[in-house]
């Protein structure tokens, strides 16, 4: 698994629970805004994942016809 992705997601999880659940006494637009940002760093993670899975996919699809 690459680690950029998955440190991505784990950010962003992180970020999503704390301004999810911490008690936090701040306004609308600075906690929409944190959590926008933290929602776009946990997807950016996310899609980081799959493609490098579909790539793997590929390559071990690729490397399996060779031998037919």
């Not at 008690?23 to 899609?47: K, P, R, Y």
């Amino acid at each position: 698994m690459k680690i950029t992705g998955a440190v991505l997601m784990f950010i962003g999880a992180v970020m999503l629970a704390i301004f999810m659940f911490a008690d936090l006494s701040m306004d609308f637009g600075l906690w929409i805004t944190g959590f926008l940002i933290s929602t776009l760093v946990a997807v950016s993670g996310t899609v980081t994942l799959i493609i490098y899975l579909a790539k793997s996919i590929k390559v071990d699809k690729n490397t399996k016809n060779d031998f037919k």
